[in-house]
């Protein structure tokens, strides 16, 4: 999947691509970085990240809301972050949670927001539904067009730390080591309904 983006190109409530996980253990800490590109942001809402658990749809979400900003939640409950819109360039997100502090992280572009709390003594369930393009409303299905992502993802990837400043800057300048819950460059993945791989359009 290196240079590679998966480009969602309209509406739906049924093209999305499915995520294997790499490790199947419940998670006390986790770091999601990912590139996307829409134009969207604007218009409506809309999922980014969704990892679902039998006992809890929106065990991992991320999740931009219009006219308020990113949303980032951990076992349901939510924070948000506040921005007017995501510019009409490739952008790069990372998201991290721990367990022990409860302290969440969210950076836009290598820069960080300011830390915020969720979830503290909370686990993360095994056996995950991880799916981008639409928003799980269920384990794995009940999608809402009006939350289907348009635009293109790439560079999906996972750990079960939290990763330091210097690791998060190192990703967004496009260097890489071992994700090991979600790795990019050796994706499991299902594509269903209307996704297209393309050459990634970002450097």
């Not at 590139?35 to 969704?50: C, E, K, Q, W």
């Not at 820069?111 to 539904?129: E, F, I, N």
Request: glycine content about 8%; overall charge neutral.
């Amino acid at each position: 999947m290196s240079r590679t983006a998966i480009v969602f190109p309209k509406e739906s409530d049924n093209s999305y691509v499915t995520l294997d996980a790499l490790s199947k253990k419940p998670l006390k800490a986790f770091t999601v970085c990912l590139h996307l590109y829409t134009d969207m942001s604007t218009t409506r809402s809309f999922s980014i990240f969704s990892y679902a658990t039998k006992n809890n749809p929106n065990d991992i979400l991320i999740y931009w809301t219009k006219d308020k900003g990113y949303i980032f939640g951990v076992g349901g409950p939510e924070v948000l972050y506040k921005a007017s819109e995501i510019p009409e360039a490739p952008t790069h997100l990372c998201a991290s949670w721990e367990s022990a502090t409860g302290i969440v992280e969210l950076w836009v572009d290598g820069k960080p927001k300011v830390r915020k709390s969720l979830q503290k003594g909370y686990t993360v369930a095994t056996d995950a539904s991880i799916i981008l393009g639409q928003e799980q409303d269920s384990y794995g299905g009940n999608f809402d067009a009006k939350q289907s992502f348009v635009g293109d993802i790439g560079d999906v990837n996972m750990w079960d730390t939290v990763l330091s400043p210097e690791q998060i800057n190192t990703m967004y300048v496009g260097g890489t080591f071992s994700p090991n819950v979600l790795n990019w460059q050796a994706l499991k993945y299902k594509v269903q309904g209307d996704v297209v791989m393309k050459p990634q359009l970002w450097s």
